[in-house]
């Protein structure tokens, strides 16, 4: 053990070599503002994709950490723009990369999409004479994301509808169960690798990626952003990029099984749980009326589980997707502590002014 400790110690003394990236230079001790260059407007302008490089002091492996690969979620590129100011390069082993809109022609949209309508995050690994979408895929893949050797992808539900914290990742390779749970939030989604997406290819290629989905598409959530930025902090101190922190990682717990529950019935949907909240079998979880009060349909969980993820809007036509509940095999009280442990620890955040208000009004709704 006490062998194990100097090696270690030795490692992290190791001075950290120059980091070539899109043809610049970051020099150790140093960060740089970068431009993935090459797609255009129609008036010709360069659209340029902005990547802050910072590279550490010391020796260490090359994490990136993307948002927004879906023009309209938010959340990540707040959590990117924190972690930026958050880094001390002196203090750091090895190289961050961040990436905070990767879609930038949906980000000034306001869209999921790219201008041809597919979906970047279905075109990975892209080809070089392939649609727009499939070159711009291509070219972030190879030039950006090959350089890692770990992704955080983090990403949001739709257009009204909302994700509790958590992470999807595939659990079968051991790499990235352990990364998973030391982002510790409080639900990991075991979630097979889907063709397309920057997390399979990337980790076809060997990479180890997480995909970080939280919040609603086009709104900044205080929650959802905390919990990003304390799991990507705590990945980092995982793989050896900065010091291990005192503090205990809270546990989460692991769903293989979730379902949608969907609406029966059109109308106006009043919902009766909230993100996070146990719910048994055969629980109501919401009603649906029409305008006028006269008709009353409850929407109910078929399965005892917790809510990861629900409709914000309330209007419904009969088939939507109105809760995402995620199943598991532990025990009541398991279930419990993890859920408190991450409220406890959203609730000590030091959190960034933009988004204290919103916090106090979520998490303590009395004052
Ligand atoms: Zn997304």
């Given at each position: 053990m006490q062998k194990h400790n100097v090696l270690k110690r030795v490692a992290r003394a190791k001075p950290n070599s120059s980091y070539s990236f899109l043809g610049e230079q970051i020099a150790p001790n140093s960060r740089k503002v970068v431009e993935l260059t090459g797609t255009k407007l129609y008036t010709n302008s360069p659209l340029s994709i902005p990547i802050e490089v910072i590279n550490g002091k010391y020796a260490g492996p090359v994490l990136m950490v993307n948002a927004a690969i879906h023009g309209d979620e938010l959340n990540g590129v707040e959590i990117v723009r924190q972690m930026i100011n958050a880094i001390d390069s002196a203090k750091m082993n090895g190289t961050l990369i961040m990436v905070p809109v990767v879609n930038v022609f949906g980000f000034i949209q306001k869209s999921r999409y790219l201008p041809d309508r597919r979906d970047l995050n279905r075109c990975?690994?892209?080809?070089?004479?392939?649609?727009l979408a499939s070159r711009m895929a291509y070219t972030f893949f190879n030039?950006?994301?090959?350089?890692?050797?770990y992704i955080i992808d983090i990403h949001t539900g739709a257009i009204h509808r909302t994700n509790l914290p958590q992470i999807r990742a595939d659990l079968s390779k051991p790499d990235t169960l352990r990364l998973a749970e030391a982002f510790a939030t409080p639900v990991i989604v075991d979630s097979p690798l889907r063709g397309g997406s920057l997390r399979s290819e990337a980790e076809n290629k060997g990479l180890t990626v997480l995909t970080y989905e939280a919040g609603e598409a086009l709104k900044f959530d205080p929650i959802a952003i905390t919990a990003g930025i304390n799991g990507i902090k705590r990945v980092m101190q995982a793989i050896g990029m900065v010091r291990k922190s005192r503090r205990k990682t809270p546990t989460s717990v692991v769903t293989r099984s979730t379902t949608w529950i969907r609406a029966e019935h059109d109308g106006i949907l009043r919902t009766l749980v909230s993100l996070g909240d146990r719910v048994e079998k055969g629980q109501v979880l919401a009603l649906i009326n029409s305008p006028l009060g006269y008709v009353e349909v409850e929407v109910k969980a078929?399965?005892?589980?917790?809510?990861i993820g629900q409709q914000t809007l309330p209007l419904v036509n009969e088939g939507d997707a109105v809760f995402h509940i995620a199943h598991f095999n532990e025990g009541e009280e398991h279930l419990n502590t993890v859920v408190e442990a991450f409220i406890d620890e959203i609730n000590d955040a030091e959190l960034d002014p933009i988004t204290t208000g919103y916090l106090n009004a979520a998490v303590n709704p009395t004052t």
């Open positions: 990975f690994p892209g080809s070089e004479k392939g649609s030039e950006v994301a090959l350089k890692c050797d078929n399965k005892r589980g917790i809510v």
